[in-house]
Structure formats: C-alpha cells, structure tokens
C-alpha cells in the first residue's frame, strides 16, 4: 500500500468527509437555486464514489469492480448532459443506487462483529448509516422515475431535482422522526418506508450488540 492510501486506522474519516460534503454541497445548490444543479449533483456524487472506492477495502475484484461502476456513472452522467436523455438519466440511477448498496455492505463486513473497537470503527458505524440512508433515498427516486406519482411531494421532474427532497424524507424516515411533507402513496414506495424504518431501527440495534460483543471477546481475553 503506498503513503497516500488510507490505512485500516484512518480510511472511513476520508469517506465521513466526501459523505458529509456530498449531503452539504447538495443542500446548498438548493437553497442557492442554481440553474445547472444536475450538473454539480453529478460532479459531487462522482466525487464521493471516488472517494469510496479509494478508501474502502482494496480486495482485487471488489476494488476493480467499483472502480469500474464509478467510471461508467461518470460516463453516463457526461452522456445524459448532453444528451439530456431520460433512459441514460435512469441506468445513472440504478447503478448509483446499486453501488451504495454494495459499498454499505462491504463497510459493514469491515466494521461489525469483528477486529477491536476505536475511533475509526465508530467513524465507520456513521458512514454506514449516513450509506444507508443515501441507498434509501435512490431507493425512493428509481421507484418515482418507474412509477411516477408514488412520492406525494416529489415533482414531476427529472431524479436530480428531487433528490435533496428524498434524501431529507431518507433520513426523516430512517431515524423515524416522520414529520409528514413527503407521503409515499402507492405501494411499493410504502413498503420501502417500513422497511427503511425497521433497517433503521435494526441497524441501531445491532451496532450496540456488535461493539458489546467486540468489547466483551477483549476482557474474556484479557485485553
């Protein structure tokens, strides 16, 4: 591993940093309005993939398999600016969704039930929910680009222009605040707001269960 890449002591603060950003820049281009959002939205979730793929785990195929579904969102986010294609600006979507899904899960095979307890464990724990609640949220657009009408509070526009509106209902229902602007209303986008509900919940419950369990291995050690 060279100087510049992160270690197992310090990989998920970078990838904390490019979330948090990614969640911030996001909120700012809509309170500023600006004109060429999906273009800056693109330039900033490419960021955090990158980010991603550079500081999570680095077996072989796993690293050359994100590398390559960085590069092709990337690719279809250049062709669907110029082309302004609403087929490219759906296979984006699916594959941005499908490589949080699998960056949360690689994240948590490092962080769970495993290795000893400290601050970049902890640090990781918060990227994966910050993941979790991302996944959800491009969970909830590809559903209202499929199925247009099954997020009241959505608009009737292309995923970029709601995705603030659904990473704030995400993170609303994941931690079960549930203040009510935004409404699923068809069924498939009920089932995944229990779902994200219970994943919530669980998840919060088996952190603590996986740092007990690590803590407890330690003392009947001796450690």
Not at 201 to 218: P, T
Request: aromatic share 14%; charged share 15%; glycine share 8%.
């Amino acid at each position: 591993m060279s100087a510049t890449s992160p270690t197992e002591r310090d990989n998920f603060i970078w990838l904390l940093i490019a979330l948090v950003t990614l969640l911030f820049s996001g909120a700012l281009m809509q309170q500023l309005e600006l004109e060429d959002g999906a273009s800056l939205i693109n330039i900033s979730i490419s960021f955090t993939l990158l980010v991603a793929v550079w500081s999570m785990e680095r077996r072989k195929a796993w690293y050359q398999s994100r590398i390559g579904l960085t590069v092709f969102i990337a690719a279809i986010g250049i062709g669907d600016y110029f082309l302004n294609s609403a087929g490219l600006s759906l296979l984006q979507l699916i594959f941005i969704f499908s490589f949080f899904s699998f960056t949360t899960l690689l994240a948590c095979r490092q962080i769970l039930f495993q290795g000893s307890v400290d601050l970049n464990k902890i640090i990781g724990a918060i990227c994966i929910y910050i993941m979790m609640g991302l996944t959800w949220a491009f969970s909830y657009l590809l559903v209202e680009e499929i199925f247009p009408g099954s997020m009241l509070g959505f608009t009737e526009a292309d995923w970029h222009a709601n995705l603030q509106d659904a990473v704030y209902y995400s993170f609303v229902t994941l931690t079960t605040l549930g203040y009510g602007e935004i409404t699923p209303v068809q069924p498939l986008a009920r089932f995944l707001a229990y779902m994200e509900a219970l994943t919530g919940q669980f998840y919060i419950a088996i952190l603590v269960a996986s740092l007990i369990g690590i803590r407890l291995a330690k003392i009947r050690d001796g450690d």
